[in-house]
């Protein structure tokens, strides 16, 4: 039966957060030359899934009210005010000289609470799928399913930065990455907050 339901849930994260691989490849490419940013991208993919873990358990453990349905779509703001930062800071630095690497790779140091927000706020989708699975199961298959997502979630941040370090691809992340990331970011926010009905849009 933990067998079942830990293949079960190795099916359920895929479906749910490969999306993220786009994104976090896009924090590896925003952090490139920088010393630890695979360590602050785990670490925020971290905090941001047990978030996304926590609020899925309290909603079926019946605390819906601590996180209303309603509320989940306004995440949405997190990546889009992200995408829009990302965004003027590349206008800003859109006549830097391009010889000033250092410079530029400090301005694009990637942070723990960015990588975390956004994986929060995209995961909105992964709450309202978790939820109503967590209550079809029992207490051991939902801690199963929670220790199987966490162990995924590593998997996925290593997935995603050997995607990033590939050469051709790297070349190409390396060359548009200030224009891909913030339209990512910013498309990701108003997706959430148009697939939620947010501001009743």
């Known amino acids: 039966m933990i067998f079942l339901s830990i293949l079960q849930a190795i099916g359920l994260f895929l479906a749910t957060n490969i999306d993220d691989i786009i994104v976090l490849s896009l924090f590896f490419a925003r952090g490139a030359g920088q010393r630890g940013t695979t360590a602050r991208i785990l670490v925020g993919q971290y905090l941001g899934f047990a978030g996304i873990l926590g609020a899925a358990v309290l909603v079926a453990l019946g605390a819906g009210a601590f996180l209303?349905?309603?509320?989940?779509?306004?995440?949405?703001?997190?990546?889009?005010?992200?995408?829009l930062w990302a965004a003027w800071q590349a206008w800003r630095r859109r006549h830097d000289d391009d010889d000033d690497d250092e410079g530029k790779i400090e301005g694009k140091k990637v942070a723990v609470w960015a990588v975390a927000g956004v994986t929060f706020a995209n995961g909105g989708d992964n709450i309202g799928v978790y939820v109503p699975v967590f209550l079809s199961v029992g207490p051991a298959a939902v801690v199963a399913y929670c220790v199987v997502f966490l162990a995924l979630?590593?998997?996925?941040?290593?997935?995603?930065?050997?995607?990033?370090?590939?050469?051709?691809?790297a070349e190409i992340l390396e060359r548009w990455e200030h224009i891909l990331f913030p339209i990512v970011l910013i498309g990701l926010g108003i997706f959430i907050l148009i697939g939620g009905g947010a501001f009743g849009l």
Do not use: D, N, S, W
Request: no cysteine; aromatic share 12%.
């Open 153 to 169: 979630v590593a998997v996925l941040v290593y997935v995603a930065k050997f995607i990033a370090t590939r050469r051709p691809i």
């Open 68 to 83: 209303p349905p309603e509320v989940i779509p306004y995440f949405g703001l997190i990546p889009l005010g992200l995408g």
